[in-house]
């Protein structure tokens, strides 16, 4: 659909205009000068009464015109290049040179009007990637809130724009967020499985050595002596009384059958012995002395056995009833031992494990739950969840960091104490309550900083100065007495660095006092939305949280703050 200017398609006599159809309230004449610019004449068209006259002229809208329209054949693609936005323009415009208009020949206005404005929102929409089109939205919403005036002799009075992923990069998106959600309950899961299975490893050890002393005390009480036949069978008779008449029958015939072979190899030897005094070998009368001297004083009852077995048969190692046989200590076996990897015993490998950080930082996230911030509540709520997956996708940096965080309104609430987060971290709810007064938390921090500061150092060699983001949404209503409570908390030698962060309207002069030097105080830009102002305090908080986490890894404090769209820095106060 086209929009004219220009009401008349060709040029007509200047005393036919007020026979034009549906004249607006106000319009141009304008007169074409052959060799010299265009004459321009501007009338009001009622009570307008038309002269006469029979100079050819144009006539040209001069009225305010509001369209809206939806930007569906230039594509605005994204900074991947992958994915698309969809945008919907509601644009206000007028003519403010119409000589300009009838010299271009404007006859679509809405072709010039939508060509200029696409083009800004296609070379915006390239700056950012496809999860974030509110912030493309606001930025280019930035850059077209004033009057533009276009070379066709046409101005843009007023314009707004509303971005948001198409129906692809909306599913793209969803996916996006199902793949985290199911990551994550991935890593619960897993570290579920880990606690039982190391809960029925710890049992099954608790259950062995309850079985190893009990094997102990039913030793000592038999009494000290060589882990021979007789002493396996007494054991074995303590534990199973029941079965003494088999056992006892079974001990007689190893009995029988030792008896037995006595007296065969007693046989065998006097063979042996009447060969040799046969052959000549032995005289009858060494025979004594054979015996004594080489079968021994047990030869009588046990043959050649001294003569013909081993030096060292019948010497089986023996178990003192005390001491039972030992057994290897897994426990404290190296990890590549307890994987079938190749160990080393004798010697001490060093467990894995990861360096501890050069330093640790504390840091405090105090937020404004006043009713003032009812609105940006579930900004808030998402702004934790989002620190919180931050420092667990980094552990290395969550090493380093301690957060806690701190809510005020009329009084102050520590909603999560200081700790070190991982996905196990519960994230706090947040609730608003009535009033709003800074001295609470002020003091709140003063008694708080200096405590946990001291624990933290007996816990790490070294714990660098803490750092407190402070967001104000609402006036304070002690705006007298807070003063001296920050200043208190100020001159203490562990006094935090405080970054002050004001989101509501008139917020610069508190943040210029709140901030500890001029540098760390940050205000929304005039106009935002406030909720929308939240989610760029969440958007600095968690690159500050970084850059300070991987600055204490390397044991040096770097606090330094990059301001996100919509948040600009405030002036110093004088």
Known sequence: MSFSLILNDRAIPRSRVGELPNLPPAVAIVYPVEGGPFEVERVRTFGQRWFGGSRPCYVVDLSDHRRQANVTKTPLTCKDGGHRFQATIDVGFRVHDPAMVVARNVRDALTVVYGYLTDRVRLCAARFAITEAMAAQLAINQELDREIRLPEGVTIYYCKIQMEPDAAAARHIQELEEARRRARLGVHEHEARLGEARSEVEIEALRAAGRREREREERAALGSGPMDMERLLSEHLVRHPEDTAQALTLWGQVRAAEAAQHEIRDQRHAEMVKFLIERGVVREVDLPGLRKGVLGPGAAGTGVAGVLERPDAGTAPSFSTGTPPQLPDYSSAPASAQAGGPVQWGGSTPAVTSAPPSGLIPVYLVLDTSAAAAGCLTDLGNMLRSVQTVLASSPDVAAAVRLSVITYADGADVVLPLTEVSWRTG?????????????????????????????????????????????????????????????????????????????????????????????LGVVAVEGADTAQSVVQFSVLVQQTLLHLGRSALAGRMELRLDCPQGLMPVPGEH
């Open 427 to 519: 994230v706090p709810g947040l609730n608003t309550a009535p009033g709003c007064r800074y001295r609470p938390v002020l003091r709140r921090l003063r008694d708080l900083v200096p405590l946990e500061t001291e624990r933290l150092k007996e816990q790490v060699p070294r714990v660098l100065r803490p750092v407190v983001f402070f967001l104000a949404v609402a006036e304070a209503e002690d705006d007298t007495e807070w003063p001296q409570a920050h200043a208190e908390l100020m001159a203490h030698t562990y006094h935090p660095h405080l970054v002050a962060c004001g989101v509501g309207p008139g917020r610069v002069r508190a943040v210029q006092r709140l901030a500890s030097r001029p540098e």
